[in-house]
């Protein structure tokens, strides 16, 4: 199975301020055929189901805003929120696709300072 | 809209089975996969498994092998998950979650309370 790890566990940020959420997979996620690496990221509010809000490690999924951006490839990825807004305290999840079990990371929780 | 409509909340007792309904609209039924992902208490999200609606190929979780089902019914764009031999362990709640046979999990069920107590 791939090992997804994410860092930090928590963060901390301002409002307004940068935050940068890390994903570790224990292997490549590069998909030979297209080129692209599989890994989505999801947010999750307390009670709700998880958001996707990016797959295809960098493709935006619609309607999500423009601050939130994926990047990375092979086996290190991240998730940068550019201007932290009250809304986005949440868990954000990083979760491969390449091959079953799909696995997600530990979820990494976002918190305004 | 895509909207996937999961069954209530459950109390079962240990050894027992339980059976998760996933009604989907919005979208062509046969044209994507249902996935089953879990949570447990204050945990994080494990996958238990994938069926196809085009032709019913199912795919599961190994640790889970051998004691979860899932199926559909294409007359009512529902799928059904069935857990059996219930351990408190398996205390979570359960979402059925949409994909396009790529893996990424595009849209989400609200989520079913699975509680296992004797």
């Known amino acids: 199975d791939i090992v997804m790890t994410q860092s930090p566990d928590s963060l901390a940020v301002s409002l307004g301020e940068r935050a940068t959420i890390n994903c570790r997979s224990s292997q490549s996620v590069l998909y030979s055929s297209n080129n692209k690496n599989s890994l989505a990221w999801y947010q999750q509010k307390p009670g709700q189901p998880p958001k996707m809000l990016i797959y295809?490690?960098?493709i935006r999924e619609s309607g999500v805003p423009d601050r939130f951006s994926g990047g990375g490839s092979g086996t290190d990825f991240t998730l940068t929120i550019s201007s932290l807004q009250a809304e986005d305290v949440a868990v954000y999840y990083c979760?491969?696709?390449?091959?079953?079990?799909?696995?997600f990371g530990q979820g990494t929780k976002l918190e305004i300072k | 809209q895509v909207q996937l409509v999961q069954s209530g909340a459950e109390v079962k007792k240990p050894g027992a089975s339980v059976k998760v309904s996933c009604k989907t609209s919005?979208?062509?039924?046969?044209?994507?996969?249902i996935n089953w992902v879990r949570q447990a208490p204050g945990q994080g999200l494990e996958w238990m498994g994938w069926?196809?609606?085009?032709?019913?190929?199912?795919n599961y979780a190994q640790k889970l092998q051998g004691r979860v089902t899932v199926t559909i019914d294409t007359s009512t764009s529902t799928a059904y998950m069935e857990l059996r031999s219930l351990r408190s362990d398996d205390t979570a709640v359960y979402y059925c979650?949409?994909?396009?046979?790529?893996?990424?999990?595009?849209?989400w069920g609200q989520g079913t309370r699975v509680t296992v107590s004797s």
């Open positions: 069926i196809s609606a085009y032709n019913g190929n199912t």
């Open positions: 295809w490690a960098s």
């Open positions: 979650a949409r994909d396009d046979s790529s893996g990424y999990f595009d849209f």
């Open positions: 979760q491969q696709f390449y091959s079953t079990p799909y696995t």
């Open positions: 919005g979208y062509t039924f046969t044209s994507y996969g």
